[in-house]
């Protein structure tokens, strides 16, 4: 049993004289203990959203309907009362926010907020709570943690920022972390520096780590398995690998065409998805990405698409996926069934450009090219 | 990255304990504020007259030539009908009407002025302070009662705004009939709207912020994130306006004290009721009226030219 699953969540804003938005349309997914589970997409399509539901984060308003289960160890985290939903907070599920500044409180020093959480948790008091604070800005990797403790957020530099907020979050050893973009606010050499942190501390404490992000360097560099999301719905899952090697939904192939590379030429052009999130069909009346997708068929629009659940437990939610390289996509599936150990046999399969026998598909003119897989093999591996 | 065990972590967190001691100990936002103000000339001019008046109102009554209550003009026959003597040497601003030294009633004015001021504006804060915080925190609470209290509070505080801020004074000061005190409380009632809906406002949209939501994410009682997250930060903007209204303060007191309702008994000047005993002599001797004006208006600037310092100086934006 997974430590968290999410199943059919779907968060609806509801305002008087104004359209109705299903900001998250119903997304399941779970997260194992000691997993790594990335949520990836682009502005607007609900990851924060989604995790602010699963905290019960999201502000009290008319018009907020959420829908759907969260179970988090046998309890829906949907149905808790306040009073329980704030025990679980902190103890048993953590968050990291974006911004660091913005996250800490401007004029209370590092340590009381660090100590706040100790106290709320674990009953600790006077020197106690400070030597434990002390310890935990350690374990984050702030040297001089006795001084920093006496600091304002301030004083800190951005990466040191992110580090005592990790402290916080991880000061009760939590089962969940969920990370909310918790590298976008910083520069890169930080970034990485963040993402070793969690990675250790992960590996460390067994936590799982739901990690929210639209960038796919962080999900190669971190995540066991990927959702990804497009207008409110998970449309893929797979494991990393798999995932970076023969993304089958079209929207996951258009990520990853659209990342800029440092081996591509210079002249080279990006390969940006067209169109904006905004071009959303909504999911009743088909797929959500149909009007950008460059593998459109007829039978796109009409009903939602289904969930096809591949042999590895990976899913996709398109009529029309990407094929796998160097086979049709009957032959693909064939391939699948006949060799189930999933990454070698496909690493084996040469790669090439897209196969000739693509069924019918009404292509809009100027389709992106599609990404080179082959190089991509060795970034993820 | 954990760089130690055992001895060696506890030698090095010794060390940095020592240095913490030694060194300045975290910086807040106070005293970052406290630094800019200090760069800007308009804050020392401020801050100038602002202690000079509190000086010469605490010690100032000790130290004058005369007595305030000494009508010596009159004892040596300077004072006639249409005649009031001016400066001369030993009296530097010369007469009043009544022939009182106008010099020593108008240091021993200052202190009346600033008590004034002073309790008036606590008046305010206490009150404006306590119902803007309850709102806010109702309102931060959210809920049925939540807003219900909020919003009865501000429109119990909208009530207030809405009538002009004299008239207001005015029928509080003739309701408890004149007085010091009167005077006070009428002045203060006045700027409670002020200070409740700053800091109401400075509250919600404090409560909206990252912050309370990390604290939120980490299982903080809502009571305790206002308490300790909400309330320190909502204050800086308070403290600006206390100070600049102790400056419409000592305006208004003088108001109400021109127009009648304040203190009553002339044994104790004040700029206000010097100004009003003034008017019926504009003619004869119009420094009667100019010498409490200008103190009036010296204090009044001082007060403000700080306010404004002050809120440069914690202003977020404004910040390096």
């Known amino acids: ?381 | 990255m954990t760089i130690t065990t055992g001895k060696k972590r506890e030698k090095l967190d010794r060390l940095s304990e020592l240095a913490a001691r030694q060194d300045e100990q975290g910086v807040s936002v106070w005293q970052e504020a406290f630094r800019r103000l200090r760069r800007n000339p308009a804050a020392i001019v401020g801050a100038v007259i602002f202690a000079l008046f509190v000086v010469v109102a605490l010690v100032g009554p000790f130290l004058v030539p005369y007595s305030p209550t000494d009508t010596i003009g009159i004892r040596e026959g300077l004072i006639r009908p249409g005649v009031i003597p001016g400066i001369d040497g030993d009296h530097w601003l010369g007469y009043d009407h009544q022939g009182r030294d106008e010099f020593s009633r108008l240091i021993v004015g200052a202190r009346q002025t600033l008590l004034v001021g002073v309790v008036a504006t606590l008046i305010g804060l206490a009150i404006g302070a306590l119902i803007g915080g309850v709102a806010g925190t109702a309102a931060g609470l959210g809920g049925r009662w939540g807003r219900w209290i909020d919003s009865t509070l501000m429109r119990f505080i909208d009530m207030l705004l809405a009538m002009p801020s004299l008239l207001l004074a005015v029928s509080i000061a003739a309701l408890l009939g004149p007085s010091l005190i009167t005077v006070m409380i009428a002045v203060g009632v006045v700027s409670v709207p002020v200070f409740a809906r700053l800091l109401r406002g400075s509250m919600i949209s404090q409560s909206n912020s990252d912050y309370v939501l990390a604290a939120t994410a980490l299982g903080v009682k809502k009571s305790k994130i206002a308490l300790t997250h909400v309330v320190p930060n909502s204050l800086a903007p308070v403290i600006v306006q206390a100070t600049l209204t102790l400056a419409t303060a000592i305006i208004e007191a003088a108001a109400l004290s021109f127009l009648g309702l304040g203190n009553q008994n002339s044994a104790i000047p004040e700029w206000g009721v010097m100004l009003a005993e003034a008017q019926p002599y504009l003619g004869v001797r119009p420094g009667l009226a100019i010498y409490p004006a200008v103190a009036i208006i010296i204090t009044a600037l001082g007060f403000t030219l700080l306010g404004e310092a002050m809120r440069e100086a914690l202003d977020p934006k404004l910040r390096k």
Request: aromatic letters at 4%.
């Open chain 1, 1 to 381: 049993m997974a430590l968290l699953e999410v199943d059919d969540l779907s968060v609806t804003f509801a305002r008087r004289g104004q359209r109705t938005v299903r900001a998250v349309d119903g997304v399941s997914f779970s997260v194992d203990a000691g997993e790594v589970v990335g949520l990836v997409g682009e502005s607007g399509c609900g990851k924060s959203v989604t995790s602010l539901a699963i905290m019960g984060l999201l502000p009290k308003q008319p018009g907020l309907r959420v829908g759907g289960k969260a179970v988090f160890d046998g309890t829906d985290l949907l149905q808790l009362d306040d009073r329980s939903r704030r025990d679980i907070r902190g103890r048993d599920i953590a968050m990291i926010f974006q911004d660091p500044l913005s996250s800490l409180n401007p004029v209370v020093p590092i340590g009381v907020q660090v100590t706040e959480v100790l106290t709320r948790h674990r009953g600790m008091k006077g020197e106690a709570a400070t030597k434990e604070a002390a310890q935990l800005l350690d374990r984050v990797g702030i040297p001089d943690p006795r001084r920093r403790l006496k600091e304002y957020p301030h004083q800190l530099s951005g990466g040191m920022r992110q580090r005592a907020l990790i402290a916080m979050a991880v000061a009760c050893q939590p089962r969940l972390l969920i990370a909310d973009e918790p590298t976008t606010a910083l520069d890169v050499t930080i970034q990485a520096q963040i993402l070793e942190l969690l990675k250790e501390l992960v590996r460390d404490s067994g936590t799982a780590l739901m990690m929210i992000t639209h960038d796919l360097g962080v999900v190669a560099g971190l995540c066991d398995t990927v959702n990804v999301l497009y207008a409110g719905r998970v449309v893929e899952t797979a494991r990393r690998r798999p995932l970076f090697r023969e993304p089958r939904h079209p929207y996951t192939v258009g990520l990853l065409g659209s990342v800029p590379r440092l081996d591509s030429g210079r002249g080279e052009r990006l390969n940006p998805i067209p169109g904006s999130v905004r071009d959303v069909l909504p999911w009743p009346e088909g797929c959500a990405f149909a009007p950008r997708c460059t593998r459109r068929v007829d039978e796109c629009v009409g009903e939602p698409p289904q969930l096809v659940l591949a042999h590895d437990g990976r899913s996709y939610r398109c009529v029309n996926p990407a094929p796998v390289p160097g086979a049709t996509q009957a032959e693909a599936e064939d391939l699948y069934r006949a060799t189930p150990t999933g990454d070698d046999a496909v690493a084996a399969v040469p790669t090439a450009a897209e196969p000739g026998s693509v069924p019918a598909q009404a292509v809009p003119t100027d389709p992106p090219a599609p990404p080179g897989l082959g190089s991509r093999e060795e970034e993820s591996s």
